[in-house]
């Protein structure tokens, strides 16, 4: 337990209310008989709490008042724990029994608990008898740090969280840090969130501390004991202390400056904005912080976008985030497992910051940064829809710019990473402090700086520079590396693990290692070291490979130093060996030769860069007079110059400089010029002059003015061999490069083989892409060829968008058409360009004013989660005898696909039968072969095929997990199934093939779950006895296949009739209607199965899932018609037990898996029922309904429309089925006028009763009806299509 330490408090609104210190409760209970006497004291808190620390709370209260003569009373209530207990229900019931309870006025209410349980109870005491004290106990860092501090309190309602609610001063707050020992670790990172914010927003130095103490936190939260589930904070006790010390001071701060919420207030809502509208679609499965997290990345990248904020501090914060397990994105990989991939659409984000409170009008109100720690004004700022929507939008569209042409740009790519690298572990070595500008921010660096911290080899800084741009303080301990006895992992990036395995040699034993261990991700594993382990073995120095030979990772022995003298290098496969040895070189015991081996070295110029960089740090590298690829390195440790700039990358900077060359602009790229070393400086001199622009080289700067508009000329023919990255650059502007003349003349841009094996086959993708634009261009072996238009105005519009390959050097190529292009240009994926310019966008639109706007193309909306089945192959699993081939080659022929039958495929395999293979290499070797011939044909046949399983895939566990891989990838595996007893029948008289060792009933129980499991289909094969059953059954087969697969357009059709009509099966058995299923569903477009009446046995609650199975097994056996399954509830009008959820979802689970084309959603059920229902289904349809018999509903009362809202409001719902009560005629023409107000949503509204007959006519979506056949009428005064047809007519609504 934590030791009892200081206390502090915080003063809040002009009182020192606030107190903040560890194991406050006898203490707190003091204050508050004392200060805030009462008669009854009230505790809200919930059922994880409780059980932690009301004990506690009571026995210390006991005690406390044990001696008083008329002592208080402490009464306690819990609720559920989670977000559902902010409820209204919840606070009329805590209401109600505090009345019961005799509370009065002079009641005191004690909030312990988290945000909930604060928000709620506070609220009760804001309004119980107008208003009584109360005092916030938090238990949560989250609550501790935010909810419990400023007064706001509320409750969530359909429409939305925290909409009702008061402003309600608690007069304490207990800030008891203890209670966070047994906080469960994602809850604690959760209020990690809002502290980064805090400080993100209001103070570096904090943000700072929490950079620096990572760690830490982390390992002290996630040391917890197994047992008590208690964590030990003691080794963060007093930081912690500091830190929410330091971010309530900020809150109580500015909640004083600004208790209503004037503007300062706003400040706190940092990452807020934005972060709520992720919050109303994630939750509950993703927690308010996460959502933060992610609204901070999306606020800072628009302060960015805006040209506020440098990105250099968006790669901080996203940095610090993903440090403390905090996601940045929704596409982040927790998220995606946590909600099921549930889509995040642009619209939608949009339309809830529409309605959020602090947003006024078409400006929504956002928290800017320009630095971390500093906002743009103390307040939030008003930022235009388009802006906000550009930075949430997975696609651009690329509008022309407003740049006048005399413009001149000064644009700073960032750094090279190369030289980024180099630097870095120079700046380290030295035995001076630098301050190293624009470096790159990247994996490569990430890794670096954390291997040298872990040496000790220097200390690293950042700080804020002049404009803003983070600054690295590199603080070198001139090469003193000491041992670490940790491993140092180092990712997958080679230079880090090159340029280290020979630095690494100069480190010195410590106390705690005599060596240390690089090693890598599985990547950097497989990547060879070799030839620089043996020239530094030569050395002297001792390294062992401690996994495969010649690769990560390494044990290099502490204390053996580069004796120096001659090395020998074989350097023909990576100039990163060179450089490493290079730059570890000076600190040998001698002065070395480096002489590079085996002919002439890869790469030189990577070489000559280490080698001009040496010398930038004070060591002078020599080339050998006497040999050829020898260098001479002189002892000496590196001396860094106080400031030092990292070159921008040159690759990059092609873009700018194209920029201005295609607009007839002028750009400057100010630290790159001819001295540069990266290949790509030559860009401007080499193709852009040539193309007719003026380009004035300095030896550190580049100036690159364009000739007028649609004056470039072609580049004819031209080797980029030096400069390979640059092609795509070159490429788009040739796209509009034309010579005056007869005959046209295209650029041909050759030595660039290389790019077809980048990102992508970059020479394929830009003759596509350029096709697009109307641009003929075709491949060389080594190059490209471009005929460019003739007049801008020529190219076209690419229809659908420029496809981008995650490439950022195609996107970033295309955005330069895309300025000058005739129209706006789509191009996908614009993200893609963060892997080496995170802020490319922004520069484009605020320093080149191009009119950029955000899209989100609604088909990847839809596949980020209804993935249609493209062809995808389908596999197929079941028993032995369950039909799955016939059914299999039902399915492929529906498809247009190829039936293959896995056991023949076996037996081909193996050269023999399955017996023999059973009898030969029993049952063990069968399983193998078995798995083998999954894996391959899962490899092999990805489409095309549908592929039947033997029986026993399941048994073995590699298997399921293939199969489960595969359902979860999207992909189709359907169980085929049927009546068991007709299973066990054939089995046992199948004499050719091996019997089962148990008993064959056995062996299905065995696999019955695992079949479940490892299918997301289910398909019921009815025992079919003729040619004609087995017709009517593919029929079925098909319209069923369409469903699961994503192709049906039953909804559509129907969507698009005048009337559509629904009959309901209301049988305990559907058999009986099965003779004149035909005749009753004539002119029905769907059926509706009303599972809760369905009983295979008297008295029986509910249908068992194996009997509904059946059923709807028999139905598609008749009829082809759409299903829509129903589990009415009693208190909505049906049969079904109503708080049985458990069973209801596993009914409805049962449905989605037969792919039935509706399902029947009650909006009572639990939002988490119906969440897990959301993410399930694929491409059936849902139908949100509501029933209300009372009558006391009225069309123009407050229930229906919220209850639609609710509806509509999650944007799942297909159709809103809603059923009123008629008393008399008025209430359908309230229904007419409601339904004519209602239409986001197709709608289903009509009243039930005699009255309400009319209702029924006049509906024109899935009117249920009933047929003169059907012995009883599902609900009073339903009608039948017939009837509804001839009142249709006379009354002129057909
Ligand atoms: N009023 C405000 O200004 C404000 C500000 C931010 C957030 N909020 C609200 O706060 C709520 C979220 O608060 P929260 O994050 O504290 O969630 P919470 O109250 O739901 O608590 C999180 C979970 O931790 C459990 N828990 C709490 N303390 C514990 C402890 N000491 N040991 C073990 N388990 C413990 C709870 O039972 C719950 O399951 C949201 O409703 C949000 O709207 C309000
Ligand atoms: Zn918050």
């Given at each position: 337990?934590?030791?009892?330490?200081?206390?502090?408090?915080?003063?809040?609104?002009?009182s020192?209310?606030?107190?903040?210190?560890?194991?406050?409760?006898?203490?707190?209970?003091?204050?508050?008989?004392?200060?805030?006497p009462?008669?009854?004291?009230?505790?809200?808190?919930?059922?994880?709490?409780?059980?932690?620390h009301?004990?506690?709370f009571?026995?210390?209260?006991?005690?406390?008042?044990?001696?008083i003569?008329?002592?208080?009373?402490?009464?306690?209530q819990?609720?559920?724990?989670?977000?559902?207990?902010k409820?209204r229900?919840?606070?009329?019931?805590?209401?109600?029994?505090?009345?019961?309870?005799?509370?009065?006025?002079?009641?005191v209410?004690?909030?312990?608990?988290?945000?909930?349980?604060?928000?709620?109870?506070?609220?009760?005491?804001?309004?119980?008898?107008?208003?009584?004290?109360?005092v916030?106990?938090?238990?949560?860092?989250?609550?501790?740090?935010?909810?419990?501090?400023?007064?706001?309190?509320?409750?969530?309602?359909?429409?939305?969280?925290?909409?009702?609610?008061?402003?309600?001063?608690?007069?304490?707050?207990?800030?008891?840090?203890?209670?966070?020992?047994?906080?469960?670790e994602?809850?604690?990172?959760?209020?990690?969130?809002?502290?980064?914010?805090?400080?993100?927003?209001?103070?570096?130095?904090e943000?700072?501390?929490?950079?620096?103490?990572v760690?830490?936190?982390?390992?002290?939260?996630?040391?917890?004991?197994?047992?008590?589930?208690?964590v030990?904070?003691?080794?963060?006790?007093?930081?912690?202390?500091?830190l929410?010390?330091g971010?309530?001071?900020v809150?109580?701060?500015?909640?004083?400056?600004?208790?209503?919420?004037?503007?300062?207030?706003?400040?706190?809502?940092?990452?807020?904005?934005?972060?709520?509208?992720?919050?109303?679609?994630?939750?509950?499965?993703?927690?308010?912080?996460?959502?933060?997290?992610?609204?901070?990345?999306?606020?800072?990248?628009?302060?960015?976008?805006l040209?506020l904020?440098?990105?250099?501090?968006?790669?901080?914060?996203?940095?610090?985030?993903?440090?403390?397990g905090?996601p940045?994105?929704?596409?982040?990989?927790?998220?995606?497992?946590?909600?099921?991939?549930?889509?995040?659409?642009?619209?939608?984000?949009?339309?809830?910051?529409?309605?959020?409170?602090?947003?006024?009008?078409?400006?929504?109100?956002?928290?800017?940064?320009?630095?971390?720690?500093?906002?743009?004004?103390l307040?939030?700022?008003?930022?235009?829809d388009?802006?906000?929507?550009?930075?949430?939008?997975?696609?651009?569209?690329?509008?022309?710019?407003?740049?006048p042409?005399?413009?001149?740009?000064?644009?700073?790519?960032?750094?090279?990473?190369?030289?980024?690298?180099?630097?870095l572990l120079?700046?380290?070595?030295?035995?001076?402090?630098?301050?190293?500008?624009?470096?790159?921010r990247?994996?490569?660096?990430?890794?670096?700086?954390?291997?040298?911290?872990?040496?000790?080899g220097a200390?690293?800084?950042?700080?804020?520079?002049?404009?803003?741009?983070?600054?690295?303080?590199?603080?070198?301990?001139?090469?003193?590396?000491?041992?670490?006895?940790?491993e140092?992992?180092?990712?997958?990036?080679?230079t880090?693990?090159?340029?280290?395995?020979?630095?690494?040699?100069l480190v010195?034993?410590?106390?705690?290692?005599?060596?240390?261990v690089?090693?890598g991700?599985?990547?950097?594993?497989?990547?060879?070291?070799?030839?620089?382990v043996?020239?530094?073995?030569?050395?002297?120095?001792g390294?062992?490979?401690?996994?495969?030979?010649?690769?990560l990772?390494?044990r290099i022995a502490?204390?053996?130093?580069l004796?120096?003298?001659?090395?020998?290098l074989?350097?023909?496969?990576?100039?990163?060996?060179?450089?490493?040895?290079?730059?570890?070189?000076?600190?040998?015991?001698?002065?070395?030769?480096?002489?590079?081996?085996?002919?002439?070295?890869?790469?030189?110029?990577?070489?000559d860069?280490?080698?001009?960089m040496?010398?930038?740090?004070?060591?002078?590298?020599?080339?050998?007079?006497?040999?050829?690829?020898?260098y001479?390195?002189?002892?000496?440790?590196?001396?860094?110059?106080?400031?030092?700039?990292?070159?921008?990358?040159?690759?990059?900077?092609?873009?700018?400089?194209?920029?201005?060359?295609?607009?007839g602009?002028?750009?400057?790229?100010p630290?790159?010029?001819?001295?540069?070393?990266?290949?790509?400086?030559?860009?401007?001199?080499?193709?852009?002059?040539?193309?007719g622009?003026?380009v004035?080289?300095?030896?550190?700067?580049?100036?690159?003015?364009?000739?007028?508009?649609g004056k470039?000329?072609?580049?004819?023919?031209?080797?980029?061999?030096?400069?390979?990255d640059?092609?795509?650059?070159?490429?788009?502007?040739?796209?509009?490069?034309?010579?005056?003349?007869e005959?046209?003349?295209?650029?041909?841009?050759?030595?660039?083989?290389?790019?077809?094996?980048?990102?992508?086959?970059?020479?394929?993708?830009?003759?596509?892409?350029?096709?697009?634009?109307?641009?003929f261009?075709?491949?060389?072996?080594?190059?490209?060829?471009?005929?460019?238009?003739?007049?801008?105005?020529?190219?076209?519009?690419?229809?659908?968008?420029?496809?981008?390959?995650?490439?950022h050097?195609?996107?970033?190529?295309?955005?330069?058409?895309?300025?000058?292009?005739?129209?706006?240009?789509?191009?996908?994926?614009?993200?893609?360009?963060?892997?080496?310019?995170?802020g490319?966008?922004?520069?484009?639109?605020?320093?080149?004013?191009?009119?950029?706007?955000?899209?989100e193309?609604?088909?990847?909306?839809?596949?980020r989660?209804?993935?249609p089945?493209?062809g995808?192959?389908?596999?197929?699993?079941?028993?032995?005898?369950?039909?799955?081939?016939?059914?299999?080659?039902?399915?492929?022929?529906?498809?247009?696909?190829?039936?293959?039958?896995?056991?023949?495929y076996?037996?081909?395999?193996a050269?023999?039968?399955?017996?023999?293979?059973?009898?030969?290499?029993k049952w063990?070797?069968?399983?193998k072969?078995?798995?083998?011939?999954?894996k391959?044909?899962?490899?092999?046949?990805?489409?095309?095929?549908?592929?039947?399983?033997?029986?026993?895939i399941?048994?073995?566990?590699?298997?399921?997990?293939?199969?489960?891989a595969?359902?979860?990838?999207?992909?189709?595996?359907?169980?085929?199934?049927?009546?068991?007893?007709?299973?066990?029948e054939?089995?046992?008289?199948?004499?050719?093939?091996?019997?089962?060792?148990?008993?064959?009933?056995?062996?299905?129980?065995?696999?019955e779950?695992?079949?479940a499991?490892?299918?997301?289909f289910?398909?019921?094969?009815s025992?079919l006895?003729?040619?004609?059953?087995?017709?009517?059954?593919?029929?079925?087969l098909?319209?069923?296949?369409?469903?699961?697969?994503?192709?049906?357009?039953?909804?559509?059709?129907?969507?698009?009739?005048?009337?559509?009509?629904?009959?309901?099966?209301t049988y305990?058995?559907?058999?009986?209607?099965?003779?004149?299923?035909?005749k009753?569903?004539?002119?029905?477009?769907?059926l509706?199965?009303?599972?809760?009446l369905?009983q295979?046995?008297?008295?029986?609650?509910?249908?068992?899932?194996?009997?509904?199975?059946?059923?709807?097994?028999?139905?598609r056996?008749?009829?082809?018609?759409?299903?829509?399954f129903?589990?009415r509830?009693?208190?909505?009008?049906?049969?079904?037990?109503?708080h049985?959820?458990?069973?209801?979802?596993?009914?409805?689970?049962?449905a989605?898996?037969?792919?039935?084309?509706?399902?029947?959603?009650?909006?009572?059920?639990?939002?988490?029922?119906?969440?897990?229902?959301?993410?399930?289904?694929r491409?059936?349809?849902?139908?949100?309904?509501?029933?209300?018999f009372?009558?006391k509903?009225?069309?123009?009362?407050?229930?229906?429309?919220?209850?639609?809202?609710e509806?509509?409001?999650?944007?799942?719902?297909?159709?809103?089925?809603?059923?009123?009560?008629?008393?008399?005629?008025?209430?359908?023409?309230?229904?007419?006028?409601?339904?004519?107000?209602h239409?986001?949503?197709?709608?289903?509204?009509?009243?039930?009763?005699?009255?309400?007959?009319?209702?029924?006519?006049?509906n024109?979506?899935l009117?249920?009806?009933?047929?003169?056949?059907l012995?009883?009428?599902?609900?009073?005064?339903?009608?039948?299509?017939?009837e509804?047809?001839?009142?249709a007519?006379?009354?002129?609504?057909?």
């Amino acid at each position: 337990m934590a030791q009892h330490a200081e206390t502090s408090r915080v003063s809040i609104l002009g009182s020192d209310s606030i107190v903040v210190g560890y194991n406050l409760i006898k203490e707190m209970l003091k204050e508050i008989v004392s200060e805030l006497p009462s008669s009854t004291y009230v505790l809200i808190t919930d059922t994880n709490i409780a059980p932690l620390h009301l004990d506690t709370f009571l026995t210390t209260f006991a005690e406390l008042t044990a001696n008083i003569e008329k002592p208080p009373r402490l009464i306690w209530q819990t609720v559920a724990p989670g977000e559902h207990s902010k409820s209204r229900k919840t606070k009329a019931s805590i209401e109600d029994w505090m009345l019961q309870n005799r509370c009065t006025r002079d009641s005191v209410l004690l909030a312990l608990g988290g945000g909930v349980i604060g928000d709620m109870a506070g609220y009760i005491a804001a309004t119980f008898m107008r208003g009584i004290k109360f005092v916030q106990i938090p238990t949560t860092l989250l609550s501790m740090v935010d909810s419990s501090i400023g007064g706001k309190t509320a409750i969530d309602v359909p429409l939305g969280k925290n909409l009702i609610g008061a402003f309600w001063q608690p007069q304490r707050i207990f800030v008891d840090l203890a209670f966070l020992e047994t906080l469960p670790e994602r809850e604690f990172i959760n209020g990690m969130a809002e502290i980064i914010k805090t400080a993100a927003f209001w103070d570096e130095s904090e943000f700072k501390r929490l950079e620096d103490n990572v760690d830490k936190f982390l390992t002290a939260f996630r040391n917890r004991n197994h047992e008590t589930g208690i964590v030990d904070l003691s080794s963060i006790q007093t930081m912690l202390h500091a830190l929410v010390v330091g971010s309530i001071k900020v809150k109580a701060y500015v909640v004083s400056a600004d208790e209503r919420e004037g503007g300062l207030r706003n400040i706190l809502n940092f990452g807020h904005t934005i972060g709520h509208a992720y919050e109303a679609i994630l939750t509950p499965q993703v927690l308010h912080g996460e959502c933060v997290s992610i609204g901070m990345i999306k606020e800072a990248e628009l302060s960015r976008y805006l040209g506020l904020l440098p990105d250099s501090a968006v790669a901080r914060l996203s940095k610090i985030l993903t440090a403390y397990g905090l996601p940045i994105s929704s596409s982040d990989s927790i998220i995606r497992e946590r909600t099921n991939n549930r889509p995040t659409p642009v619209d939608q984000l949009m339309r809830t910051m529409a309605v959020d409170k602090k947003n006024a009008g078409a400006q929504k109100k956002v928290v800017l940064l320009t630095a971390i720690g500093k906002t743009y004004e103390l307040k939030a700022t008003g930022v235009s829809d388009a802006a906000i929507r550009t930075v949430l939008s997975p696609d651009v569209i690329v509008k022309s710019s407003s740049l006048p042409a005399d413009a001149k740009v000064e644009v700073i790519p960032p750094g090279s990473k190369s030289i980024t690298n180099r630097a870095l572990l120079m700046a380290a070595l030295s035995s001076t402090t630098t301050k190293m500008h624009n470096l790159l921010r990247s994996d490569d660096t990430e890794h670096m700086m954390n291997a040298i911290t872990q040496l000790y080899g220097a200390e690293f800084t950042w700080i804020t520079g002049g404009s803003g741009e983070d600054v690295l303080e590199v603080k070198g301990k001139g090469g003193q590396l000491v041992a670490s006895p940790d491993e140092i992992y180092l990712g997958n990036s080679g230079t880090s693990s090159r340029f280290l395995a020979a630095v690494a040699t100069l480190v010195k034993p410590s106390s705690s290692a005599d060596s240390i261990v690089l090693t890598g991700n599985k990547r950097m594993k497989e990547r060879p070291i070799a030839p620089l382990v043996d020239a530094l073995r030569n050395n002297g120095s001792g390294i062992e490979y401690l996994g495969t030979v010649g690769c990560l990772p390494l044990r290099i022995a502490a204390g053996q130093h580069l004796k120096g003298g001659r090395i020998e290098l074989a350097a023909t496969i990576s100039s990163q060996y060179v450089s490493a040895l290079l730059m570890a070189a000076p600190y040998a015991e001698t002065p070395t030769t480096l002489a590079l081996v085996g002919g002439k070295p890869i790469s030189q110029s990577y070489i000559d860069m280490t080698i001009a960089m040496m010398a930038s740090f004070g060591v002078h590298v020599k080339k050998s007079t006497t040999e050829q690829y020898a260098y001479e390195i002189p002892q000496g440790v590196y001396s860094a110059p106080p400031e030092y700039v990292v070159e921008s990358d040159a690759s990059s900077a092609t873009y700018p400089l194209a920029f201005s060359a295609i607009t007839g602009t002028t750009c400057v790229v100010p630290n790159i010029g001819s001295s540069s070393l990266q290949g790509d400086a030559k860009f401007a001199v080499d193709v852009l002059r040539p193309m007719g622009c003026e380009v004035i080289q300095t030896a550190t700067s580049t100036t690159v003015t364009g000739p007028a508009v649609g004056k470039l000329r072609p580049l004819k023919k031209v080797d980029m061999e030096p400069m390979t990255d640059a092609f795509l650059t070159a490429s788009v502007l040739a796209a509009v490069a034309h010579e005056e003349g007869e005959k046209a003349i295209p650029t041909q841009i050759v030595g660039i083989a290389n790019q077809r094996v980048k990102e992508c086959d970059r020479i394929a993708a830009m003759v596509k892409e350029l096709g697009k634009f109307g641009v003929f261009a075709c491949e060389l072996p080594d190059g490209i060829e471009i005929h460019g238009v003739e007049s801008l105005s020529d190219l076209t519009i690419p229809e659908g968008g420029v496809h981008t390959y995650d490439d950022h050097r195609v996107a970033m190529s295309f955005s330069l058409l895309g300025a000058v292009a005739p129209g706006p240009v789509l191009i996908k994926e614009r993200r893609c360009v963060e892997k080496t310019w995170p802020g490319y966008w922004d520069v484009f639109n605020y320093k080149f004013k191009v009119e950029l706007e955000g899209f989100e193309d609604q088909n990847d909306v839809v596949a980020r989660k209804f993935v249609p089945n493209n062809g995808r192959s389908i596999f197929i699993i079941g028993m032995r005898g369950a039909g799955k081939t016939s059914v299999g080659g039902w399915i492929a022929d529906a498809l247009g696909m190829k039936f293959q039958d896995l056991d023949p495929y076996l037996e081909e395999k193996a050269g023999k039968t399955i017996p023999q293979v059973i009898h030969e290499d029993k049952w063990e070797g069968f399983r193998k072969l078995e798995l083998e011939v999954l894996k391959e044909v899962m490899g092999k046949f990805p489409s095309g095929y549908v592929f039947a399983c033997g029986g026993g895939i399941v048994e073995t566990p590699e298997a399921r997990d293939l199969l489960q891989a595969y359902t979860a990838s999207a992909g189709i595996v359907i169980h085929v199934h049927r009546d068991v007893k007709l299973i066990m029948e054939y089995l046992s008289v199948d004499v050719t093939r091996p019997s089962y060792v148990d008993d064959m009933f056995a062996v299905w129980q065995r696999r019955e779950q695992w079949f479940a499991d490892c299918s997301n289909f289910f398909i019921y094969n009815s025992d079919l006895s003729d040619d004609a059953e087995i017709a009517h059954f593919k029929l079925t087969l098909r319209s069923v296949l369409e469903t699961m697969i994503g192709a049906s357009t039953v909804h559509e059709k129907i969507l698009a009739k005048p009337k559509s009509f629904f009959l309901s099966l209301t049988y305990p058995d559907v058999q009986v209607a099965m003779p004149v299923i035909d005749k009753i569903t004539a002119g029905s477009d769907v059926l509706e199965l009303r599972v809760d009446l369905l009983q295979s046995a008297p008295h029986e609650q509910s249908p068992s899932v194996a009997y509904v199975q059946e059923q709807i097994g028999i139905i598609r056996k008749y009829t082809a018609i759409p299903i829509l399954f129903t589990v009415r509830t009693v208190s909505q009008g049906g049969k079904f037990p109503d708080h049985d959820y458990t069973k209801a979802l596993e009914l409805i689970m049962l449905a989605l898996k037969l792919g039935v084309a509706y399902v029947d959603v009650e909006l009572t059920w639990p939002n988490s029922m119906i969440q897990k229902i959301i993410d399930a289904r694929r491409f059936t349809k849902l139908i949100a309904s509501n029933h209300d018999f009372s009558g006391k509903w009225k069309w123009d009362g407050p229930e229906w429309p919220t209850k639609y809202q609710e509806a509509a409001v999650g944007e799942w719902a297909d159709v809103i089925k809603f059923v009123g009560y008629a008393t008399c005629r008025m209430d359908n023409v309230l229904l007419e006028q409601f339904r004519e107000s209602h239409k986001d949503k197709p709608f289903l509204g009509i009243n039930m009763g005699k009255a309400g007959q009319l209702s029924r006519v006049l509906n024109s979506l899935l009117t249920p009806v009933t047929h003169p056949l059907l012995p009883v009428k599902a609900a009073p005064g339903q009608l039948s299509v017939e009837e509804i047809m001839t009142a249709a007519k006379l009354i002129g609504d057909e």
